[in-house]
């Protein structure tokens, strides 16, 4: 089943190349079933790559997925159009009062400043009490799982030496758990940040559960107990080049940046081990599966 999206957002045709399952609002509506709803706080900068990334991994469900795109009021996007933000996105003024099946809360590139310096950090924490009570699950990726676990537990980040850059082999920690049905015994996890979450704080916490860690990136997916709430402290929705235009990115700069590790292949830019792409597709089949569909109320308001 396809995710409905305008006809007119650049992921459309984008998508529709691919063969991935897209479907216009208009031929949607003329279909009697009950789509899941789907909302995305998109915190990056990359709105459309963005977007499309996450667009792309919620279409591979048997499942009709309505997605409503939002944006912060406190702080506007300065790297996409005034015009597609204000086509294709809501504030949390304009959804509040709705309910939502499942989330996804993106990362930022705020992580080397405090919470509370992060000029949309208020109406974040607005979104994440929101969630907590109107959404059946939701998942947190990089920064916004820190700023999640921060709000929620009090959970600090802290600051890594350099750039936890690349593509990290990661290994289950418990068995069964419906998330990661499907994946091999070793499944890589792209990872770009400055900062780590206080693990040793995350393991006392009863109400926290590690699905997976890596020997050299550490945790990469944590869950609540009641699985309401899933970090995802890596980037699996990162698509073939983002990497590589990141790394690109801050050479121009003139910044120190390492090549991203296991991601080049003989350190050769325009030769990639796309090594993640099916434990993307999984984890948020999974997700959209087993935490969201199969436990959602059929009607939102109950």
Not at 17 to 25: A, C, Q, R
Not at 131 to 143: E, F
Request: aromatic share 12%; glycine share 4%.
């Amino acid at each position: 089943m396809p995710i409905v999206i305008p006809r007119e957002i650049p992921a459309f045709p984008v998508l529709k190349k691919e063969n991935v399952f897209v479907m216009p609002v208009k031929r949607a509506a003329a279909q009697d079933i009950r789509p899941i709803e789907i909302a995305l706080v998109n915190l990056m900068p990359t709105k459309v790559e963005t977007e499309t990334q996450i667009m792309r991994l919620l279409a591979n469900t048997p499942l009709q997925v309505n997605l409503t795109l939002i944006k912060t009021a406190t702080y506007k996007s300065t790297n996409v159009s005034v015009d597609h933000m204000e086509r294709f996105y809501k504030t949390f003024d304009e959804i509040k009062d709705q309910k939502f099946d499942g989330m996804i809360i993106t990362g930022a590139p705020v992580e080397n400043m405090e919470f509370d310096d992060v000029l949309y950090w208020e109406e974040l924490k607005e979104i994440l009490d929101y969630a907590d009570k109107n959404v059946t699950s939701t998942i947190y990726i990089c920064w916004g799982a820190q700023a999640a676990l921060h709000h929620y537990f009090g959970i600090d980040k802290i600051a890594l030496p350099k750039k936890m850059f690349g593509i990290f082999p990661n290994k289950a920690t418990v068995q069964y758990d419906p998330l990661l049905k499907g994946l091999n015994d070793t499944f890589n996890i792209p990872h770009s940040r400055h900062t780590r979450i206080d693990e040793d704080a995350v393991r006392r916490e009863k109400k926290l559960r590690v699905l997976a860690e890596g020997e050299d990136c550490g945790l990469s997916i944590v869950k609540t107990r009641d699985d309401k709430k899933f970090f995802f402290f890596g980037h699996s929705e990162y698509d073939r080049e983002t990497l590589k235009n990141e790394y690109l990115r801050d050479k121009a700069k003139g910044l120190s940046i390492e090549q991203p590790k296991n991601y080049f292949i003989d350190g050769n830019i325009h030769n990639i081990d796309y090594s993640w792409n099916s434990t993307a597709n999984l984890l948020f089949y999974n997700w959209l599966n087993h935490y969201v569909y199969q436990v959602t109320p059929f009607n939102l308001e109950d």
